[in-house]
């Protein structure tokens, strides 16, 4: 069964960190470029960080150059973002997802929340 299961979302005050991981099961992260998206209340989904399948290019978006960090653990099967410096504005469900050029997976969404 496929599957990408999100965590460590949750409340932290501006300028936290939070770290993110997406364990997948099913398949193997090593054969998809696995994404990060945040989908914000009443916002469009956004892509904020791309890690490839051979792990060795990153790309993020420019609201998040700087303070986020895409990882994977093949081992483990797993994707990570660690989020730094963390403001207001990244509030957001945080989605992790799996796409290759036959399979698009999603997970459930992780909600972070920046607040004093």
């Known amino acids: 069964q496929v599957q990408l299961v999100e965590s460590g979302g949750g409340l932290v005050q501006p300028g936290g960190s939070l770290r993110l991981s997406c364990a997948a099961s099913?398949?193997?992260?090593?054969?998809?470029?696995m994404n990060w998206y945040r989908q914000a209340p009443g916002k469009e989904r956004e892509l904020v960080a791309t890690i490839s399948s051979t792990g060795d290019s990153t790309n993020y978006a420019d609201s998040v150059k700087g303070r986020f960090t895409i990882s994977r653990d093949i081992v483990k099967n797993s994707v990570y973002l660690q989020l730094n410096s963390l403001n207001p504005e990244d509030t957001a469900v945080y989605f992790c997802n799996a796409i290759n050029s036959y399979r698009n997976y999603w997970g459930q969404g992780t909600q972070v929340t920046v607040s004093s």
């Open positions: 099913g398949f193997y992260v090593s054969g998809f470029f």
